[in-house]
Every structure is written in structure tokens, then in C-alpha cells.
Nanobody, 116 residues
Framework: QVQLVESGGGLVQAGGSLRLSCAAS????????MGWYRQAPGKQREQVAG???????NYADSVKGRFTISRDNAKNSVYLQMNSLKPEDTAVYYC??????????WGQGTQVTVSS
């Protein structure tokens, strides 16, 4: 079954760090563009970071310099290292995969809560 499974969320104090992981059961994982999104209560889902096949990355302005996205094609995984966390980073974080043909897959999400 094709799926994405996120892990690594939790409760952390402001200024702390968390590392999210997304494990993908995709036979051609290396060809997929991967991204992390988040959705806070009452807000729309927004992209946090993305990484494409060649390793190029992009970030939302709100997380630049604090978050780092990376991928390990040998492990079919993508990661989000989150440092200097702020209360406004509190949200459910989702992993997304997009194939070269436009096939789109979402994970179930992992909760990140940052206390002040």
C-alpha cells in the first residue's frame, strides 16, 4: 500500500528543537518532489518547506534560517529539522509527495505543539 507516515512530533518549549520524519512506501521515491506543510487551528494549510529530486530546497519566509528539509533516498525518507521553535509554529505537520506525473500523496499528519 502506497503511503506516507510522519513521526517525530510532540510538545516542546519555545526555543527548542524537533526533527520530523516522513517514511514513504514509494518504489521510485527519488523521483518524487517532497514537501512539509502545516495547518494550525482555524487556518489554511500552508507549505513550510520543499525539496525536489535534485536536492534543491525552498522555504516559507516564516521558517527560513530555523528549519531545514532534507531527504535520504536510500531510506525513502524526508526530514524536517526544526530549531528555535516558536509558539506560532504550533500546528499539525503533513508530509506530501508529488510524482513526476502529478500523482499526489499526503501523510496523516503529526502534531507539533510549542509552549511559551
Amino acid at each position: 500500500q502506497v503511503q506516507l507516515v510522519e513521526s517525530g512530533g510532540g510538545l516542546v518549549q519555545a526555543g527548542g528543537s524537533l526533527r520530523l520524519s516522513c517514511a514513504a512506501s514509494l518504489s521510485t521515491f527519488s523521483s518524487y518532489s517532497m514537501g512539509w506543510y502545516r495547518q494550525a487551528p482555524g487556518k489554511q494549510r500552508e507549505q513550510v518547506a520543499g525539496i525536489i529530486e535534485d536536492g534543491s530546497t525552498n522555504y516559507a519566509d516564516s521558517v527560513k534560517g530555523r528549519f531545514t528539509i532534507s531527504r535520504d533516498n536510500a531510506k525513502n525518507s524526508v526530514y524536517l529539522q526544526m530549531n528555535s521553535l516558536k509558539p506560532e509554529d504550533t500546528a499539525v505537520y503533513y508530509c506530501k509527495a508529488v510524482s513526476p506525473t502529478g500523482y499526489l500523496l499526503w501523510g496523516q499528519g503529526t502534531q507539533v505543539t510549542v509552549s511559551s
